[in-house]
């Protein structure tokens, strides 16, 4: 990225030299202290912008972070611990098999549109994930349910094929909805503390506080969603003011930029998007296990880290990040070791190495990693050949037709462990063992239960070098320094925003 | 005639070359997690599961019907979401295309009249600068120095509102018009220096001052004229340029004009849109050289008459 570092430089030369600047500055900051207080509106810069409003039909992570909790409820919400708190579900009741569940909704809950809140907008909200129509990602999880009962407006009833202890945790992706609304690719009714007010198109979306929320009102006058596609145009309107807030960075070197200026706060905090080396587990030589480990061990991930987040980011030694339940540490499983690689290598036949191909993503950070991997690997005798391919491309190539042999992917969700316990999934591992232990652990009748076989899993997968986990991304939110109250986790592309606030 | 050809064999050549490039729009739809079922369902849903030949006929016959069709992705009218867009591009296309114009032609006269002077060649050297430079790196700069710095103008965006709000709308396109303005004008600069410089070496003009006129009323009366001809049909050609040039301007400064809905849909493949998109920009293209066209005729007579002399 030549350009952004010289614009930076420009940008130090030409502060210091300018200086009747300072009297612009300082008018163009009196302007935005008038925005303060309990009715400010909320500039926030995302490079997401939802490729529709419908998150049952492709909307994208963007709608997400614009929609989840602030314009749609569910009954249950993630929240930025981690945590699954009820929203809608006033209270619940599991049968002592584990397959009815009783919810009770909230009283007093209005759509934006004015239509109260039914049981019967729940089984239609629950029914639309589940469509065969429907592009949700989530929708397979959704999958253990048999029936969805409404003896009464406010009472819903969910009768499972089998236990699934993850269902207050699903059902938090699931958006209610009115189901009297006949569109919601381009609008939107919810419960929400925000109603969708306007959708600019390659521009901006707009939420005002609902006026009929049945909650606690938000502690701001609504909330500009701008839309960027490129981190250097959205790092500039943070530093002129036009927004106040990026919720995710993804440019490891604007954080100079705004590190150690008093005008911002850089926070960082968890997230769950890992950076993977995924192999075809299928295809030889990955078929080995011992070639697995020994690629694990070639690669210095703390150096790959360092040299694309800096200081920033964490490592991890399996698919699972700190904020899953099931989460060890698990770095200590085939650490960097090149010497212990090539025996390993050696072991496995491969004395001379081998050579593949990498589908890289072409957009950042895969081509600097997969650049980082070439050069490693190299040093076992291990060829790289780097295939750039478009993101598009990979779901055709590498997501669907599993035509490949190992591929760089950013992995995003909170509790995907479960991908592991599928051996059609693209990375095709498959150990009986970790099936068996990811299905059951769904059908736990206890949460101990569950989180107990989900980390033997985990423990296996390490063991296994399923895959090749390079690092877990830094979630780093960058504001101005007037404003406070913001989510920092951003767990599963969620920003909640009815808690920020802007000082004078 | 030739304008509804030009635009069907355009429009065949991109139906064919879009569906060249690997991928398919249903991916824009799904994400990982998704099952193959649901794959196949959003592949239906779009028609990527179709016969590429009765793809071809959908394509044709909606066409043939007026109907740019409905995005793949955003599921919105295509036409609509493109006289949105327009309402962005064709001010900004315009606005810089004028303010090159003040800027060139003049200098442009002065550089090739004044050649023997430190600023007539001054202005030589600097235009040739500006065609050196690429637009995004004069975009980059602009932002740095007025936006950043100046705090003057946004460094990108367009308001939510729109032209509701026409200040801040200007605003926003003020620093795009500038960058596109400096590059344009650069190269229309050379153009117009050395269509004067024809004008001047001219025997006509020559011959005009022998019978009496002074050099500014020969040039004025006989050169204008004459030197127009060659830079109105090099001005349609940059207007076209611009627009379809917008672009890259457009990404710098993240307005949402046509180009950046071109692009978008490029990356998701959401084929309605591309296709909406070029064809537009087709259709643009061939009605300003259309009109250039009809504006050389208009200044110069004996173009005119050839051209019926021709039987055309």
Redesign the interface.
Known sequence: MP?IT??SR??HA??GA?AV?AV??A??SSAAAQQAGPDAIINIGSLYEP??LDNT??A??GVSEAFNGNVYEALFRLADSGEVEPVLSESYEASEDGLTYTFKLREGVTFHSGDPLTAADVKFSIERVMA????S????SLSTIANIETPDDKTVVITLKQRSISLPYNLSYVWIVNDAAKEL??SADGTGPYRLE?W?????L?LTPSDNYWGEAPRNGGV?F?????A??QN??L????IDIIPSVQSPDSLAMFEGNPQFTVTEGVSTTKELLAYNDRVEPFSNVKVRKALARAIDKKRLLASIWGEHGTLIGSFVPPTDPWYVDLTGVDAYDPDSARQLLEEAGLKDGFSFSLDTPNYDPHPLVAQFIQNELGKIGVKVDINL?????????I??AQDFQATL?E?V?HR?IV?YGNPNFYWGYDNPQVVELIASAEASATVDEQVEKLTEANKIIAEDAASNWLYLYPQIVVSSAKVSGYPVNGLNSQFFAYTIEKSR | MILVLSLAIAAAVLFVLLRLLPGDPANALVSVGADPEQIAAARRQVGSDLPLVQQFFQFVSSLARFDLGTSFVSRTSVAADIADRLTVTVPLTLMAFALAVVISVPLGIIAAVKADRWYGAAISVVSQLGIAVPVFWVGILLVALFAVNLRIFPSGGFPASGWADPAAALRALALPTLTIAIVMGASMLRYVRSATQDVVDSDYLRTARALGSGFAEALARHGLRNGAVPVISILGIELATTFLGAVVVERVFTLPGLGSMLLLGIEQRDYPNVQGVLLVTTLVVLVVGFLTDIIQRLVDPRLRYSRRGDGK
Do not use: C
Request: glycine fraction near 6%; proline fraction near 2%; hydrophobic fraction near 30%.
């Open positions: 350009y010289a614009v420009l940008h030409l502060t300018v600047l612009s500055a008018m163009a490729q529709n039909a492709g994208g992570q065969p129509e429907s592009k990602s989530r929708r397979n690719t381009s306007n600019r198109r390659g521009t901006s707009t500009v701008t839309y960027f596609t490129e250097t145009a500039n309107a530093l002129t003011g036009a391919i478009t993101s598009n491309e990979w779901y055709t190539k997501y669907q992917q992995h969700n995907d991908f």
